[in-house]
């Protein structure tokens, strides 16, 4: 079963069960999926699913800040609930010594050795663990090692 196929049943389980905030994930992501799609003419690739969902999530995170500085609990408690939703739908994130040896060997390779180079080892990182990691973890694990608190 593949990732499109897997939100439609669980869809329809939701439906069943009358679990409005998880209807509610699945169905916006659905239609995220759909709009994308119909973006580039073509059924979705599992991968190409999964940034539908990073997308979604990085929204979510963005409004979650919204929220909690405008103090609405109500919403920030939503919001953090429709990310650990969206979030069952994504492999499981990389071990954080695993990424930091990811980012030492890029380092190395780059040849980077200041605080000027985040940009340039990014790029290199974010290939490398192919969506297993979100890029602030990856940036805040780049800048302290070509800071020297590494």
Known sequence: MNLAERINADLKEAMKNKNELELSVLRLMRTASKNKEIEIMRPLSDEEVQVVIRTMIKQGKDALTDFTSAGRQD????????????????????PTEELEAICKKVIADAGATSPSD????MGSVMKVVDGRADGSSVRTIVQRLLSGNG
């Open 75 to 94: 919403l920030i408690d939503r919001q953090t609930g429709e990310i650990a939703i969206l979030e069952r739908y994504l492999p499981p994130a990389m």
């Open 118 to 121: 985040v940009g340039k080892v």
